[in-house]
């Protein structure tokens, strides 16, 4: 039996189909994933190229023809005359690989820490949960502002707007390491004193061949759980930098640049060019976190 045949009769995927919620979330969140890796070739422009708008068909409603060009937009247009179905897509891009790169740098930095402060203990466990303890007080999106206003400071203004997607991934990822430290510290302190991770002290093993190959195996499904729940949170957390003008640049708008664009027309009469990426950001939003929820119930053994 190959291993795809064992995944279709193992229980995990029999919970899976027989969960509507969770399918119908898997099904939203490929689609949107989806439709951002091939957003070149869905978009009907380029929405963010100057030579290919016409600002004659600004303000285009849904799905009506623009009364000078004669051009019909299926989601309408912006002032720019901007595509919204099209910014929508390259939008999810910029949310989707910020969202993706701050929860991978957060689960390696916290899995790493809570990896040495549970195997060595210590005065370098306190000092590292210590820390942690110290930045839960604070708000997660103050922790990724302040982070974010630093590092934007200390950056030349002619490169800003260059790297200002990766000051955001790590913004958001250094305040959101803690809870994968947490974790990973719980399960190391069980692991260390197991029979296993004695026998490997005794024919050799170094403590970073034990940390890896030993015991950070054994913490991997706590670890994807809580990742994929970070995930919802990450890509919220960006959304809301960007609305407040402190996320992605305008060259490279995400899906909360586009609401906070949005927002200036809501009540010129202009709705849509708000309603399609909020509810765009509230569908992935909720699928995710949708399906993270069941991911953490199918993988707790108390609920077997």
């Known amino acids: 039996m190959n291993n795809l045949s064992r995944f279709?009769?193992?229980?995990?995927?029999?919970?899976?189909?027989?969960?509507?919620?969770?399918?119908?979330?898997?099904?939203?969140?490929?689609?949107?994933?989806?439709?951002?890796?091939?957003?070149?070739?869905?978009?009907?422009?380029?929405?963010?190229?100057?030579?290919?708008?016409?600002?004659?068909?600004?303000?285009?409603?849904?799905?009506?023809?623009?009364?000078?060009?004669g051009e019909t937009f299926m989601l309408g247009t912006d002032d720019q005359g901007r595509d919204i179905y099209s910014t929508i897509l390259y939008g999810l891009r910029v949310s989707l690989f910020v969202g993706f790169s701050a929860v991978v740098f957060a689960m390696v930095l916290g899995a790493t820490l809570g990896l040495i402060a549970g195997y060595t203990g210590g005065r370098t466990d306190t000092i590292i949960m210590r820390i942690a303890d110290i930045q839960l007080t604070f708000p997660a999106i103050l922790v990724a502002l302040l982070i974010f206003g630093i590092a934007k400071g200390i950056t030349p203004p002619s490169y800003r707007d260059e790297v200002a997607i990766w000051v955001l991934i790590i913004a958001i990822g250094l305040s959101d390491w803690v809870q994968f430290a947490r974790v990973v510290r719980g399960a190391t302190l069980v692991e260390r004193n197991k029979e296993y991770v004695q026998a490997a002290k005794l024919i050799g093993r170094s403590p970073f061949s034990i940390m890896i190959k030993h015991i950070l195996p054994n913490t991997l499904g706590p670890v994807l759980v809580i990742a994929t729940i970070s995930l919802a949170l990450a890509i919220i957390a960006e959304a809301t930098l960007s609305f407040l003008g402190v996320g992605a640049p305008p060259t490279q708008p995400s899906l909360g640049t586009l609401i906070r664009i949005g927002q200036g027309f809501l009540f010129s009469g202009e709705w849509w060019i708000l309603f399609y990426p909020a509810m765009t950001l509230l569908l992935l939003a909720l699928s995710v976190n949708l399906l993270g929820d069941w991911l953490r119930d199918a993988l707790n053994p108390k609920l077997k």
């Open 8 to 69: 279709l009769a193992s229980d995990f995927f029999y919970k899976f189909r027989r969960s509507p919620v969770a399918v119908i979330a898997f099904i939203v969140t490929v689609f949107l994933v989806l439709s951002a890796v091939l957003a070149p070739l869905l978009a009907t422009q380029n929405p963010f190229d100057p030579g290919s708008l016409n600002l004659m068909n600004g303000f285009s409603k849904p799905g009506v023809p623009n009364d000078f060009t």
